[in-house]
């Protein structure tokens, strides 16, 4: 019988891919009207029918999808380096005399993956900053790394450490780390696609091309604010999955609600600059407001005070 936790991941899940499906098939129509404009398609229907029946190869719709992957493949196996460029940084290698608090963050960390039943083991990393964060990545869990900050180990207590490397686990095991950049991705691939694709093949001049190349000009200003208000809420989801993770994983809200309040107090308190802008959405805490990709402390902590176990 499942809990209502895990209910309540499911469902976050399921909305969440239901978002990616609508990216795709956004990137998909970008493709078709494309392709009905460079073979000059006497109507947009007929163009769209002769296409997806085959009868005429989506060459564009084709290869743009299998730049697309290639794009995203290569961009998620490079994640950590892209991740942590910018800053010093040490992987703590067990293997190895471990200094006390690479000792406590390892040590954290095992025993986590041990309450999480994980077949897998997050590469761990210390990052050299002065603002108290973590992040995730990784194309899936066997290639994954959790990064926490100098500032972030030396100011948390040993439950609210805990709870933060529990957030950035379950995102990992949520496969939410994945998703989030494949559709970060997809959202700059289909901006850049209608903005080439619309002034491309301009002798197509039938109804079909003309009414084809119309939409793809509406979409320039239609796109930007679709894949903010999607992306904002794809973010916004993951943020209280891992959170409901880390409460769930610790038995406890109160140490993921007391690590929040000291993070977004010392955001508060300084005027952080950010090295890598990169990692901005990936980042356990965003001190942006109407537009961040994470939802308000205050939500969060309302969230997690809503939690039983």
């Not at 890598?276 to 990692?279: E, G, I, S």
């Given at each position: 019988?499942?809990?209502?936790?895990?209910?309540?991941?499911?469902?976050?899940?399921?909305?969440?891919?239901?978002?990616?499906?609508?990216?795709?098939m956004i990137f998909l129509?970008?493709?078709?009207?494309?392709?009905?404009?460079?073979?000059?398609?006497?109507?947009?229907?007929?163009?769209?029918?002769?296409?997806?029946?085959?009868?005429?190869?989506?060459?564009?719709?084709?290869?743009?999808?299998?730049?697309?992957?290639?794009?995203?493949?290569?961009?998620?196996?490079?994640s950590s380096r892209i991740m942590?460029?910018?800053?010093?940084?040490?992987?703590?290698?067990?293997?190895?005399?471990?200094?006390?608090?690479?000792?406590?963050?390892?040590?954290?960390?095992q025993d986590l993956l041990k309450r999480a039943n994980?077949?897998?083991?997050?590469?761990?990393?210390?990052?050299?900053a002065p603002y108290m964060n973590a992040f995730a990545s990784g194309w899936n869990p066997q290639n994954s790394m959790i990064a926490v900050t100098s500032a972030l180990l030396d100011n948390l207590n040993e439950d609210e450490l805990k709870a933060v490397v529990a957030h950035e686990l379950?995102?990992?095991?949520?496969?939410?780390?994945?998703?989030?950049?494949?559709?970060?991705?997809?959202?700059?691939?289909?901006?850049?696609g209608v903005n080439i694709f619309a002034f491309f093949f301009t002798q197509s001049n039938s109804q079909g091309a003309r009414l084809a190349r119309s939409i793809l000009l509406a979409l320039q200003f239609i796109l930007p604010l679709l894949t903010l208000?999607?992306?904002?809420?794809i973010s916004r989801n993951r943020e209280y999955m891992a959170d409901s993770g880390a409460a769930y994983l610790m038995r406890d809200s109160k140490p993921m609600i007391l690590a929040l309040q000291k993070i977004t107090q010392s955001y508060a308190q300084n005027d952080f600059k950010e090295s890598?802008?990169?990692?901005a959405n990936a980042y356990l805490f965003d001190m942006g407001e109407i537009l961040s990709t994470h939802p308000s402390t205050q939500n969060r902590i309302k969230s997690l005070l809503g939690m039983h176990f």
């Open positions: 019988m499942t809990s209502r936790f895990e209910r309540i991941i499911a469902y976050n899940q399921y909305k969440t891919y239901a978002v990616l499906c609508v990216y795709v129509f970008i493709g078709l009207l494309a392709d009905i404009i460079r073979l000059n398609a006497p109507t947009l229907e007929g163009g769209l029918y002769s296409l997806l029946t085959l009868k005429q190869f989506p060459f564009i719709t084709f290869f743009s999808s299998l730049l697309a992957c290639v794009i995203i493949i290569f961009s998620l196996s490079q942590l460029s910018g800053n010093q940084y040490k992987r703590i290698n067990p293997s190895v005399v471990l200094s006390r608090k690479e000792s406590r963050l390892y040590g954290i960390l994980c077949p897998f083991e997050p590469a761990l990393y210390i990052m050299e379950s995102h990992i095991r949520h496969g939410d780390v994945r998703l989030t950049m494949c559709v970060g991705i997809l959202s700059n691939i289909m901006l850049l208000v999607l992306s904002l809420f890598n802008p990169t990692r």
